[in-house]
């Protein structure tokens, strides 16, 4: 078994694009300092475009394709078919070309036959670094990328405005609802309440937005720079979105900055496209609401992973409230639209509401992951937060779509006597205690995040090769550092609680014991956060003392 050393050893000596480079991947600069998308070689994946990125600061992997992940060790073991780190190493320092399969194959010759692709700078088909990421496919084919510096604010606003307009016209909005509906999303109710269309609809022509915008008085230049025209050097200019659905974003004044789109054809390699990045839009910057947040200021804040998923849980609410006014719990549901949720997106979140938001990412292990990753990041900003864990690898949409108005008891928090009544029960506060969710969806519930975060520690250290004793004193002082952010008193002692329990099923220990291991942790941080408090606030105190000591003493001389 390899020591830690070990594993920091192999970590620094194998790079991971080196080790793609070897399994046959076209990799950019070796250089490189900022993540970098590539063509998943892993076994299974058919990979046509790329969905691998790799963060080369961390030196760890994420494919968006088949959810993959981990460090050079992980991929080595999944490209050779390995289930040993020590095997993995192995081969590793033999420096012999990996295994390699046809995606990968068949990615490196299409770039090979292209003249404009990568030459060593990471800006051809496939992969990239940083903004070259979001250029590549657009610098191979000769699209013109939007330049926010080019056209003004307010001007790329007008024309958002105008195309929105456009595509929410009446027969466009009428198809967009009937693909919405036949997914199960009934938006009528939600429009009525709104008073607006919230789904609009790519035209029948490929230049029918961009005709209208002309006859409006935007040109070009103004249409490329908001993202609702592909401009390319001797062909014709054409509307940015073809068949598909298309989900507003906007601002915090109520305006449209960009859009979520949805390919309906089945036929577009590109399932979800988003407004490139504009002079108003930033993806991970913004949230989707498809409800004005003046509507619901005491609302129950759902974070989801797909722009689909919260528009079907406003649609169901909406429903749910028309049909009997008696339901008087609302949801305010959100999504970043990817399972990242990045700061700033967490500080949006936690601007909407007061109460304890709601995070539920898909129930697949992708979206688990994503789901403890936001918990996690909530906490780190003081707040407490809940978590909803769908049976199977359901969406919110897809769960919503089989039990209608009884699915959104899986988005709404319960009081605290029935929680406990149920931790009493055995059904416990993570999906996997207690058994299979009843059918009709009854057991599934916000709860504590607790349990689900202790898994992911769990899982992610195992990972990196922490096994028995260090295993569960890693994840004791990881759970320290997460429960050092909490405020109360109670909210640390749930999770010193479900800690101790998950890891007793997981053989690390009696649950009694690693509970008051995690107390005491989390205490022990707070006493030396505490400490360094005070020293700083009296150095700050001596600095703006000493000058003052020092007049006095010159005064009495």
Partial sequence: MLSRADIARVRSEHRLLDVLARAGVVVPDRGARRDVMVACPLPGHDDETPSMIVHVDTDRFHCFGCAAHGDVLELAMSLEGVTSLSRAAELLDTRRPLRSYPSTRRAASRLARDEGGITGTGTGTGTGTGEQIRGAV???????????????????????????????????AARARSYLCRRGIDVRALEDEVGRALAGHSPASPTGLVEHCWALGFTTDELVDAGWASRRRGRPVLDTYHGRVLLPARDEYDQVVGVYARDVTGRSSTRYLN?????????????YEPLQREFHKDGVVVVCEGALDALSIAAVAASASAASPAHTETLLPVSPSGTALTTKQVHLVLRLGRR?????????????????AWATAVIAEGRECLVTLLPGDADPAEWLARHKVDGLGAFTPRDPAHQRAARGSGQGSGPEVGGAYPPDG?????????????GAVCDELCHVGYTGDELATAVVRRLAAIGDHLVSRGARRRLALDAGDVLE????????YLANEVTDAITARRRASSSRTERRADHVASREISPIVERTEEMSL
Avoid: M
Avoid at 356 to 372: H, I
């Fill in 138 to 172: 657009a610098s191979a084919s000769g699209i013109e990328r939007s330049d926010p510096q080019r056209t003004p604010r307010a001007r790329v606003l007008e024309a958002n405005a105008a195309a929105w307009a456009y595509l929410t016209a009446p027969e466009r």
């Fill in 442 to 454: 009854g057991d599934v519930y916000p709860r504590a995040p607790w349990q689900l975060i202790t």
């Fill in 356 to 372: 304890p938001p709601v995070l539920c990412g898909d129930g697949d292990a992708a979206g688990r992951r994503a789901t403890a």
């Fill in 275 to 287: 407004t490139p990045e504009t002079a108003v839009f930033a993806k991970r910057h913004v949230l």
């Fill in 505 to 512: 099923e997981k053989h690390l220990g009696r649950a009694s």
